[in-house]
């Protein structure tokens, strides 16, 4: 089961949809896959942005 979050123009949260469909729910877990691999941990990315202070 996946919940695919619904945002209105100002991003608050005006619903949010169950979806229970066997191949996008697979879908989902493969994205979700592939960005964990690409993903650069917290620690990582902080040391390399500017903070801005």
Not at 31 to 52: I, K, L, M, N, Q
Request: hydrophobic share 45%; proline share 8%; net charge negative.
């Amino acid at each position: 089961m996946i919940a695919l979050l619904h945002f209105d123009p100002d991003d608050d949260l005006n619903g949010v949809e169950l979806i229970t469909d066997p191949v996008q729910v697979a879908r989902a877990c493969q994205v979700r896959d592939a960005a964990w691999h690409f993903a650069t941990p917290y620690r990582a990315f902080t040391a390399e942005v500017p903070s801005g202070r």
